[in-house]
């Protein structure tokens, strides 16, 4: 049975007042399944074990998600919405480029608003890369290729290229995976450099910082796409007077008769 409030991207429960209702039981179920299915993976996560760390009846994972698959699946979009909602956004005609770029990575971070809870989906998404399931294979279609391909068409636009070579999907996926490497590393830098994750207008400046780095890249390209180009042929000079093929008429030396 397909709840109405099944599609709704999730938000990690905020500290509330003494007497607030708890979260609904979907939520805590999916909050559960993400920390139980990070930690301990597919396999060795139960059904019993999700429903007593939500505290919930074993029941209500089917009647919120039918199984444990379906479950499993819905953490890989309900928590923070899926990266293909976002390419009708960066595509939108008449962005500039970097109004573009921004808008990619201001979506693909915000999610890192959530602190722990976003660490606990890295740490889903790496042991789903580590131990595939099905998941992978859409996983890898849906918020993989789709927003490559739809940033590959964005820089053929501005580049002016009629369609990409080897070189624009080098600058592609450099371009997006600055924002994937964020995401991966973000353990190392709440150790090294904490203060850099600390707080949503930390988030947001990496989204101002990474759009500025990658319209130095989308330059460099140019650039280097520029250079590479052969020099157009020069036309041929005329001949000049002194070079006229015009033999010139010889003048005989007099010989001078002793």
Known sequence: MRRDDEARPLSPPRP????DSPPPART????????????QGYAKTSIRAIAA???VNVASVSYYFGDKAALYAALFSAPFGSLQSLVPDFMRPGLSLR???????QGALGPLHD??????????HIREMLEPTAQWQIELEKDVRAPNEA?????????????????LHRLTLTVTGLAFQLWSHQEVVCAMQPQLLASPAAVDQW???LADYAMAMVATERR?????????????????PSTSSTPRRRTARRSTAP
């Open 16 to 19: 509330g007042a003494p007497g």
């Open 99 to 105: 109004a573009a770029l921004h808008c990619f990575y």
């Open 224 to 240: 280097r796409r520029t250079r590479s180009q052969p020099a157009a042929p020069s036309a041929p000079a005329s001949p000049s």
């Open 53 to 55: 760390e939500a505290q």
């Open 207 to 209: 989204a101002e910082r």
């Open 28 to 39: 805590r179920l999916l909050m559960a399944a993400l920390k139980l299915f990070s930690e």
């Open 115 to 124: 602190g722990e809870m976003a660490r606990q989906v890295v740490r889903l």
């Open 151 to 167: 940033m590959a068409a964005l820089l053929c636009r501005h580049l002016g290229l009629p369609q990409a070579d080897d070189d």
